[in-house]
């Protein structure tokens, strides 16, 4: 079923190749999480980590590796990989379920306004998980779509 899930937004994506469709699945955790936006927290920040975003090591397998159509164009996997490090911090801030799926706000690493960071939106299933483009305004309230997540450590 994710698979299936995960093909059918890559065709919405404009037919990503099969490799990224499979990146962009969640690599869940071995035990089950206290609810679906705790687990899209947990799948969103394994994304992050894995592809390269944070300061931990990214995934050395390149098959994990998304590819960003908008963002990461004529560098090569190493060179976005390199170019990614340590741009979004690695601790979900705030997970929302949204009408297509989740959306879990991360801080952005060395910004100078604190009240925006960066996105990732997955499906209801847990896949086709992307990092947005624009940044987001994380708001302080959380309203009741919304949640902070409690994730054990990555």
Same mark, same amino acid.
């Given at each position: 079923?994710?698979?299936?899930?995960?093909?059918?937004?890559?065709?919405?994506?404009? +037919?990503?190749? &099969?490799?990224?469709?499979?990146? @962009?699945?969640?690599?869940?955790?071995?035990? !089950?999480? #206290?609810? /679906?936006? *705790?687990?899209? +927290?947990?799948? &969103?920040?394994?994304?992050?980590? @894995?592809?390269?975003?944070?300061?931990?090591? !990214?995934? #050395?397998? /390149?098959? *994990?590796?998304?590819?960003?159509?908008?963002?990461?164009?004529?560098?090569?996997?190493?060179?976005?990989?390199?170019?990614?490090?340590?741009?979004?911090?690695?601790?979900?801030?705030?997970?929302?379920?949204?009408?297509?799926?989740?959306?879990?706000?991360?801080?952005?690493?060395?910004?100078?306004?604190?009240?925006?960071?960066?996105?990732?939106?997955?499906?209801?299933?847990?896949?086709?998980?992307?990092?947005?483009?624009?940044?987001?305004?994380?708001?302080?309230?959380?309203?009741?779509?919304?949640?902070?997540?409690?994730?054990?450590?990555?």
């Amino acid at each position: 079923m994710i698979r299936a899930a995960a093909a059918a937004l890559a065709l919405g994506l404009g +037919a990503l190749p &099969a490799q990224d469709a499979a990146a @962009r699945v969640c690599h869940f955790p071995r035990r !089950p999480l #206290a609810s /679906p936006r *705790d687990t899209a +927290a947990w799948c &969103a920040r394994e994304f992050l980590i @894995r592809n390269g975003y944070t300061s931990a090591p !990214p995934s #050395a397998n /390149p098959a *994990d590796i998304a590819l960003e159509p908008t963002m990461d164009k004529g560098l090569g996997l190493e060179g976005t990989v390199e170019n990614r490090r340590g741009t979004v911090g690695a601790e979900p801030l705030v997970v929302c379920t949204t009408a297509t799926g989740f959306l879990v706000s991360f801080a952005i690493a060395n910004l100078i306004d604190p009240q925006h960071g960066r996105a990732v939106a997955m499906t209801p299933q847990f896949a086709g998980i992307t990092l947005l483009r624009p940044w987001v305004l994380i708001d302080t309230g959380i309203g009741p779509q919304c949640s902070v997540p409690k994730l054990p450590p990555a």
